[in-house]
């Protein structure tokens, strides 16, 4: 808690490239003034762009990175080029301990790829799980993991995404006992896969750990707020997040379609617009951007492509509340107090 | 073509049980004059129920099954009264030939147990599987398979959902060619699971398949139009559908919540409301209701538990127009003709 965050921000990821970014940090360091800010990126293109955010230039340090990793970069050649680029520098800043956490807008896979190479997996944790946020019925966002980092998983995997993802939701949403559920196909006992059924045993069985294990969730009640972490193995939660953004979008699409096709809808829309614009604001995929590679050596997060400079921000503060708490130190200890651990 | 279709309807499933199947049944028998109907079900409840629909009265036949499967039976109570169930009794005149197709509100995973041992899967196919339809920007529906039949697939069984799905869209979306994705993690060659990578193989290379492959399909694409098919193994289906319905209600739910936090705001929804309502309309599940099991010796479609008597209605046509396309043997046909047969 003592020490601000340093935090190493790769300047070039992103779709809209450096300016967006350099704005979003801009807003996070406003925002936050003990942060402690690493620009890593090409120097001759950021020390310009720079001169527009004459308060931030003062607050920034400058690592030269000359290249770039390009989202359409397989993953063979990021990886040739990691460590000259800017993802790889910023990671390495946090692998050397000279920063707490390193945020990208840029290509996930060879984020996450060079991510686990450089930084490893934390001393009893096999795999890293990347966990996102996203808007619920209920107070809070809920945590989704893993989302993408692990096609196919075990018991030992899942059970670990879900005391990760509860560190994360203690850390993020302020909770103290997470409600976890575990996706699957229906609630009933005999439901799913073996992995899913011997992981719902094992978090049932297990002692002393800082969650409330709610048993199956289904695909229909990932938005009600019922749950505070939801844990699944990286194909099927990537398949639930995509699928709940893309039918936020087509709901809304729709809407849009039926408050243009009349000139009598045109006006109720003008007039409830204040109602619609609270909407838009609650599903703004920018309000809750920043998901999280947990159970790494390092802190690393990963801003949707796609993000505004407000979204850039809300990733930089989630690294630094994430610095802050020192969740890998509770994600350790949650681990180590677990009495009934599952078997490896 | 030539023989009216002959339907065997379970008249006790359903959320809302008899009264509201009745009221479907009769809005089906309506609409299409030539269906010849069969209830089944407790004849001592369906006759006096009857007596509100003195039209349709003269056009069914009943057949007394003294059981109910309700949809709190595990499946082993369910198949052990299977044979005087109101289920298992309208699948069995399928399989007798009486009946060309059954349909149920009723309990799904007995519905699709029952199914699969009393009809047996079609020669040829492996595994039956459980299609159904959504909405899209597009003009059509969408068929998805497999939503909840198959917790695990392999290659074989993904080829052959996806010579089915495209029979089914064919049948009930009128397309001669239709647009199939495989469900995936992204769209790059290299992302998902073997057997998703040989399953796009084995499509990519076959010939004189009556459909146009179109790769990888992602979450956030599936409501877009531009797929007409998406083929995925049974848990990712049932996980991708579910979150897609649970999703559209939670985006609805807010609107609501948003239209009615002010007085402004409720005034502009009265007004704009012919609007909103063609968008509960394309959103409402009745108009999309009917999940057909594929692949087995016979039809059998799924009601929507919560359906209303137009969904109800609209699960009868859809297994009219199956009968009568005699969408078996399409499935057949379309597997023998395929030249370049996937490894077994």
New interface residues.
Partial sequence: MAEAPRLAIDAMGGDDGLTTMLAGVAIAAASDPELALTLVGQEKFVYPALESYPALKSRVSIVDAPDIIRGED??KSAIRISKTSSIGMAIDLVKQGKCGAAISGGNT?ALMSIAKLMLKTMPGIDRPALAALTP??GDNDVVILDV?AN??CDMRNLFEFAVMGAAYARTILGLERPRVGL?N??T?A?K??DVIRDTAAALTNADNLALNFCGYV???????GDFDVIVCD???G??????????????????KR??T??I??K??????????E??RH??DPNNHNGGVFLGLNGIVVKSHGSADAKGIANAIAVAARLVRADIARKIADDLANNSMKPAT
């Fill in positions: 397989g993953l896979a619920t019925l993408g096609t196919e996706l196909i229906g009933e005999q799913g896969t289904e695909g229909h009640k990932l938005s009600r990286g194909f099927s990537n398949i639930a997040l995509k699928t709940l953004e893309g039918t936020a979008r087509f709901v809304t699409d729709l809407l039926a408050f096709s009349s009598r809808s006006f109720g829309f003008l007039i409830s617009r204040p109602a619609t609270l909407l609650h599903l």
